[in-house]
Structures are given as structure tokens and as C-alpha cells.
T-cell receptor
């Protein structure tokens, strides 16, 4: 099956810093989503981005499907950005998506 | 829009009992829903695909007789953990893609999760 790798596994930054999270996948995909899991476990949809670039406030994402990777950019980090960020990909006729291992982001005040 | 709810949000039970978890799509219909399990500090692992009106499809290594799935309507799927044991303690999360033309590559929305503790 498809492999999904995220890097870095852990990231500690000062408030105000910028960060880039990466998601590599081993096969063609028809779905790619980025999520933020809050401390209570809820997954928050950040981007649905099987290809191209999107921006939402301080966050933006780019997926280069032909090279099998996606990037999530967080600018001017805030302490509330802390948590685990997951990318998940779908690759078959079924709608299921497979998760990467996540990046744990800690923003220090 | 695209809100998914789960009930209960947490449950504690004795070893050997069965626990039912409900997943509802509140403002859309879903012919397919998905069940995931997440252990502490790990990623989400897909357990099974719940199909409205037909049998669920289980991922490799998931015991279908232990994790019973019923998708009774276009807005409700249930996961029953039968004869639960301490090793079944985990965070269970459901998701659903809204029904739309084509059906492939749909954005998925997740419930808030159910934390199961088996004593």
C-alpha cells in the first residue's frame, strides 16, 4: 500500500517564527488533506489540496502531485498553533484516506 | 456545514462487556463512513469502512467479529467493541465524506472522537 511520511517528527519554535511541514507519499493520490489535532483529539480540517496551492490566513499549503509531496506553511506562529499536524492521502476508488505519522509542533511564548 | 458527531465522548467499562459508539453526520448524507483508532502519541490507523446498506470492509489485522459495524442509514454508523479488554482501550474516531457526484477523492470530516477505557 501507499506510504505517507511526514517531517520533521517534532518541531519547537518561538512565537512569531515561521515553519514548513512536509508530507511525502509513495504513489499517485486523488485526495490530500492537512489536519491539526487539538489537545482534546479533535481533527480540524486545514486544507483539502490534492494539487496546487491554497492559503487561509497565516496558513498555506502546496501539493506537487507529480513529485509526490505536499508542504504546509505556518507563518507568524502563535501558541495556539501547537499540536499535531497530520497529512492524509487517498489513492484508490474508495474514499478512504491514510494518515502520515504526524508532526508535533510546540510554539513557545 | 459538514459536521460529524460521536457519542459518547468517553466511556469506561469493565473487561468483557460490549460498548457501542455512534457516529452521525449532522448536515449531510454519507453512504460511506470510516472508523479509525489512535493510541497515545501515535497516528490514526484505519480500522474499517462502513457502507450504508451493506457489510463493512475491514483493514488487514482488524477482527471483524470483535469490532462490529452497522451503517443503518445515510447519517448513522455504529461501532460495537464486543467483549472489550484493556488492550482495546484507545481513542476511536469516525469520519465521513459528503455524498457528491463522482465519489472519489472527497474531502473527509471527522467526529470529535470517543475515548474508551477498559478496566
Amino acid at each position: 500500500g501507499i506510504q505517507v511520511e511526514q517531517s520533521p517528527p517534532d518541531l519547537i519554535l518561538q512565537e512569531g517564527a515561521n515553519s514548513t511541514l512536509r508530507c511525502n507519499f509513495s504513489d499517485s493520490v486523488n485526495n490530500l488533506q492537512w489536519f491539526h489535532q487539538n489537545p482534546w483529539g479533535q481533527l480540524i480540517n486545514l486544507f483539502y489540496i490534492p494539487s496546487g496551492t491554497k492559503q487561509n490566513g497565516r496558513l498555506s499549503a502546496t501539493t506537487v502531485a507529480t513529485e509526490r509531496y505536499s508542504l504546509l506553511y505556518i507563518s507568524s506562529s502563535q501558541t495556539t498553533d501547537s499540536g499535531v499536524y497530520f497529512c492524509a492521502v487517498g489513492y484508490s476508488s474508495a474514499s478512504k484516506i491514510i494518515f502520515g505519522s504526524g508532526t508535533r509542533l510546540s510554539i513557545r511564548p | 456545514g459538514a459536521v460529524v458527531s460521536q457519542h459518547p465522548s468517553w466511556v469506561i467499562c469493565k473487561s468483557g462487556t460490549s460498548v457501542k459508539i455512534e457516529c452521525r453526520s449532522l448536515d449531510f448524507q454519507a453512504t460511506t463512513m470510516f472508523w479509525y483508532r489512535q493510541f497515545p502519541k501515535q497516528s490514526l490507523m484505519l480500522m474499517a469502512t462502513s457502507n450504508e446498506g451493506s457489510k463493512a470492509t475491514y483493514e488487514q489485522g482488524v477482527e471483524k467479529d470483535k469490532f462490529l459495524i452497522n451503517h443503518a442509514s445515510l447519517t448513522l454508523s455504529t461501532l460495537t467493541v464486543t467483549s472489550a479488554h484493556p488492550e482495546d482501550s484507545s481513542f476511536y474516531i469516525c469520519s465521513a465524506p459528503p455524498v457528491q457526484a463522482g465519489g472519489q477523492g472527497n474531502e473527509q470530516f471527522f467526529g470529535p472522537g470517543t475515548r474508551l477505557t477498559v478496566l
